[in-house]
T-cell receptor, first 112, second 112 residues
Framework: EDQVTQSPEALRLQEGESSSLNCSYT??????LFWYRQDPGKGPEFLFT???AGEEKEKERLKATLTKKESFLHITAPKPEDSATYLC?????????????FGSGTRLSIRP | NAGVTQTPKFQVLKTGQSMTLQCAQD?????MSWYRQDPGMGLRLIHY???????DQGEVPNGYNVSRSTTEDFPLRLLSAAPSQTSVYFC???????????FGSGTRLTVV
C-alpha cells in the first residue's frame, strides 16, 4: 500500500536545540519528495523538493536529505519563529496518472 | 503578482446545497490541484489538472466536479453538499508538477 508516514507527530524543543523530523514512504518510482511548512490558518509554504537518494538541500536553519525510503528534515539551532507544522509529500506516476500523498505532519514548537 | 487566490475564505452551506469554490493563479502554471485538509488526515488530493482542458481524479473525488477552461482558473464544484464535506479546501499550482506547488490561503467550509 502506498503510504507516507511522518514522525514524531509533535516535537517540543528549546530554542537552539537541534533535532530531526522523519518522513518515510513506501511508494515505488518516486518522482519527487516535497517538504512544506504550514502555519495555523494558512496554506502550506513550499520549502524543498528532493528527487533522488543522496540529494540534500538547505535553507537557513533547515536541511533536507533523502534516502531510498525516507527523508529527514534537520533543524539546526531553531528559533521560536520556526514553530509550525512541517509536511512532507511524495509524488509519483502510475498508469499515466499523477499521484501525490501527503503525510499527516509534525507539529514543531520551539520554546524561547 | 498575487500567486494563488481562493474565494471565499469562509462558507456555511446547508446539506444538499451546491456551490463553487474559486481558484485563480497568475503565474502561468500548467498544473493545478484541489486538496481537502481534515484534522489527523493530512492533505488529500481531490482533483487535479495538467493543463487547460485536462482534468483527472485524485484520491477523494466523489461529490466534487472540476473544469479547466483557462490556464488561470480551476473552480471546484460541490454538487450536493454533505456534512462529510466539512473541511478546509486548498487550491495549489505548479509549473511542472514535479517542482514545488504554491498553495492558496484556503476556504473553510462548514456543511450543516
Amino acid at each position: 500500500e502506498d503510504q507516507v508516514t511522518q514522525s514524531p507527530e509533535a516535537l517540543r524543543l528549546q530554542e537552539g536545540e537541534s533535532s530531526s523530523l522523519n518522513c518515510s514512504y513506501t511508494v515505488s518510482g518516486l518522482r519527487g519528495l516535497f517538504w512544506y511548512r504550514q502555519d495555523p490558518g494558512k496554506g502550506p509554504e513550499f520549502l524543498f523538493t528532493l528527487y533522488s537518494a543522496g540529494e540534500e538541500k538547505e535553507k537557513e536553519r533547515l536541511k533536507a536529505t533523502l534516502t531510498k525510503k525516507e527523508s529527514f528534515l534537520h533543524i539546526t539551532a531553531p528559533k521560536p519563529e520556526d514553530s509550525a507544522t512541517y509536511l512532507c509529500a511524495v509524488h509519483w506516476w502510475r498508469s499515466s496518472a499523477s499521484k501525490i500523498i501527503f503525510g499527516s505532519g509534525t507539529r514543531l514548537s520551539i520554546r524561547p | 503578482n498575487a500567486g494563488v487566490t481562493q474565494t471565499p475564505k469562509f462558507q456555511v452551506l446547508k446539506t444538499g446545497q451546491s456551490m463553487t469554490l474559486q481558484c485563480a493563479q497568475d503565474m502561468n502554471h500548467e498544473y493545478m490541484s484541489w486538496y481537502r485538509q481534515d484534522p489527523g488526515m493530512g492533505l488529500r488530493l481531490i482533483h487535479y489538472s495538467v493543463g487547460a482542458g485536462i482534468t483527472d481524479q485524485g484520491e477523494v473525488p466523489n461529490g466534487y466536479n472540476v473544469s479547466r477552461s483557462t490556464t488561470e482558473d480551476f473552480p471546484l464544484r460541490l454538487l450536493s453538499a454533505a456534512p462529510s464535506q466539512t473541511s478546509v479546501y486548498f487550491c495549489a499550482s505548479s509549473y511542472s508538477g514535479e517542482d514545488g506547488y504554491t498553495f492558496g490561503s484556503g476556504t473553510r467550509l462548514t456543511v450543516v
